[in-house]
């Protein structure tokens, strides 16, 4: 079923309640391998629900339908010398995906990018919506500003929903300035430890990095810039006017001496960011995302390198953030529980079957899952079981 319009939206979902159909939402249906497998009587194509709202570039703020490709905001963005901070990415390569990226899916799955580090993750930038909940009913939450939310923050509800709560209609979004200019820089030999060491006391410095990776060696060797790096490379990015990255790069050559600028780094970002070095690949991914406070499972690798050292994985957001490989069809039905946020971003249909796409829920937890979920989506409408079985 094809919906054009919000009022489209509420028509299909009141016949689903009515008729007890469960429906798929899909927009541009690059990431809809990503989750457990699920069967709905009935896909919900919501990819007509594109293009721009409103745009005030004065004010950094940003209307548009769930449906706009991220390539269409990007240009539009661009234009006017703005970006948005989250990075949205688009991760259609690495799960072999054809289609068109939408911001409702980089939305849906927190697919946010290296500039978090610097800007914060989707969350922290959506400012309202609007969506259909399983009521059949439209809806809004949040408005145009930051300091909008009085009670229940729910815009942040959907970040990360995976469709389970309603069908969105409208996002809106604050926006930053696009830095004129981009310096990479890296920092080779350095062995996990000592590179995450390194890349955090960058992050507590006053760069202000927008990007902060750890490749180890097997990893770098798909990127030709420090595919000779020795035990693994440390990767700075920093953005501004020449005046200020002129200032930076003295800054950083003193806090990390040895930093050589990179060529084409800005490119090495993009390409951490959608995981496209482990495309190539019929490895497992799993994608784990850190809080603040807790240490990177590589953070205590020391010479000599472990066997892991030398396989597929990436830390990006300065170790807070890790991309790891497995071998296909290995997954134990487990995975890693870290309280930031872990996936199972992309396998085979049948280790998504039998294993856990995200971590299970403790029951306090859980029971708020199911309490939200029937608040949005009594019925199960959405996208059921897409992140948890029963849910």
Same mark, same amino acid.
Request: aromatic share 8%; net charge neutral; hydrophobic share 40%.
């Given at each position: 079923?094809?919906?054009?319009?919000?009022?489209? &939206?509420?028509?299909?979902?009141?016949?689903?309640?009515?008729?007890? $159909?469960?429906?798929?939402? &899909?927009?541009?249906?690059?990431? @809809?391998?990503?989750?457990?497998?699920?069967?709905?009587?009935?896909?919900?194509?919501?990819?007509?629900?594109?293009?721009?709202?409103?745009?005030?570039?004065?004010?950094?703020?940003?209307?548009?339908?769930?449906?706009?490709?991220?390539?269409?905001?990007? /240009?539009?963005?661009? !234009?006017?010398?703005?970006?948005?901070?989250?990075?949205?990415?688009?991760?259609?390569?690495?799960?072999?995906?054809?289609?068109?990226?939408?911001?409702?899916?980089?939305?849906?799955?927190?697919?946010?990018?290296?500039?978090?580090?610097?800007?914060?993750?989707?969350?922290?930038?959506?400012?309202?919506?609007?969506?259909?909940?399983?009521?059949?009913?439209?809806? +809004? !939450?949040?408005?145009?500003?930051? +300091?909008? &939310?009085?009670?229940?923050?729910?815009?942040?509800?959907?970040?990360?929903?995976?469709?389970?709560?309603?069908?969105?209609?409208?996002?809106?979004? @604050?926006?930053?300035?696009?830095?004129?200019?981009?310096?990479?820089?890296?920092?080779?030999?350095?062995?996990?430890?000592?590179?995450?060491?390194?890349?955090?006391?960058?992050?507590?410095?006053?760069?202000? !990095?927008?990007?902060?990776?750890?490749?180890?060696?097997?990893?770098?060797?798909?990127? !030709?810039?420090?595919?000779?790096?020795?035990?693994?490379?440390?990767?700075?990015?920093?953005?501004? /006017?020449?005046?200020?990255?002129?200032?930076?790069?003295?800054?950083?050559?003193?806090?990390? #001496?040895?930093?050589?600028?990179?060529?084409?780094?800005?490119?090495?970002?993009?390409?951490?960011?959608?995981?496209?070095?482990?495309?190539?690949?019929?490895? *497992?991914? /799993?994608?784990?995302?850190?809080?603040?406070?807790?240490?990177?499972?590589?953070?205590?690798?020391?010479?000599?390198? +472990?066997?892991?050292?030398?396989?597929?994985?990436?830390? *990006?957001?300065?170790?807070?953030?890790?991309?790891?490989?497995? /071998?296909?069809?290995?997954?134990?039905?487990?995975?890693?529980?870290?309280?930031?946020?872990?996936?199972?971003?992309?396998?085979?249909?049948? $280790?998504?079957?039998?294993?856990?796409?995200?971590? #299970?829920?403790?029951?306090?937890?859980?029971?708020?899952? @199911?309490?939200?979920?029937?608040?949005?989506?009594?019925?199960?409408?959405?996208?059921?079981?897409?992140?948890?079985?029963?849910?």
């Amino acid at each position: 079923m094809i919906v054009e319009n919000e009022a489209q &939206v509420v028509e299909a979902v009141r016949e689903a309640r009515e008729r007890r $159909t469960t429906l798929e939402i &899909v927009g541009g249906g690059t990431r @809809r391998t990503f989750g457990r497998p699920i069967e709905c009587e009935t896909v919900l194509d919501v990819s007509r629900l594109s293009g721009i709202v409103n745009y005030e570039p004065e004010e950094l703020i940003l209307t548009l339908k769930p449906g706009t490709p991220l390539a269409e905001i990007e /240009t539009l963005l661009s !234009a006017n010398g703005q970006r948005l901070g989250f990075d949205p990415q688009d991760w259609s390569v690495l799960l072999g995906s054809s289609g068109m990226s939408t911001i409702g899916g980089a939305v849906s799955c927190n697919a946010d990018g290296p500039a978090a580090i610097r800007h914060g993750r989707v969350r922290d930038h959506l400012l309202g919506f609007r969506a259909v909940n399983g009521f059949g009913e439209a809806f +809004k !939450a949040g408005g145009r500003v930051v +300091k909008n &939310v009085t009670g229940f923050d729910i815009p942040k509800l959907v970040c990360g929903a995976m469709g389970t709560l309603c069908v969105l209609t409208e996002l809106t979004f @604050r926006v930053f300035p696009k830095p004129p200019e981009t310096l990479c820089f890296a920092v080779r030999n350095l062995v996990p430890s000592r590179g995450l060491r390194l890349l955090k006391r960058v992050w507590s410095s006053p760069l202000d !990095a927008t990007g902060l990776a750890y490749l180890p060696p097997k990893s770098a060797e798909h990127f !030709a810039q420090v595919a000779d790096c020795g035990y693994g490379a440390a990767l700075v990015r920093v953005e501004g /006017t020449a005046a200020s990255l002129a200032e930076k790069s003295a800054m950083l050559r003193d806090i990390v #001496p040895g930093a050589e600028p990179l060529d084409a780094g800005a490119d090495s970002f993009r390409r951490i960011g959608s995981g496209e070095i482990f495309a190539g690949s019929l490895l *497992d991914i /799993t994608r784990m995302v850190l809080e603040p406070s807790m240490p990177s499972p590589y953070d205590g690798y020391e010479p000599p390198l +472990k066997e892991e050292d030398w396989s597929l994985w990436i830390a *990006d957001w300065a170790g807070q953030l890790v991309w790891r490989s497995n /071998t296909a069809g290995s997954s134990s039905g487990r995975v890693p529980v870290f309280d930031g946020g872990t996936a199972l971003l992309r396998a085979s249909v049948e $280790t998504r079957m039998r294993s856990h796409v995200f971590p #299970p829920e403790e029951p306090a937890r859980a029971a708020l899952t @199911r309490a939200v979920k029937a608040a949005f989506d009594p019925l199960g409408l959405f996208n059921p079981g897409r992140m948890y079985k029963d849910v």
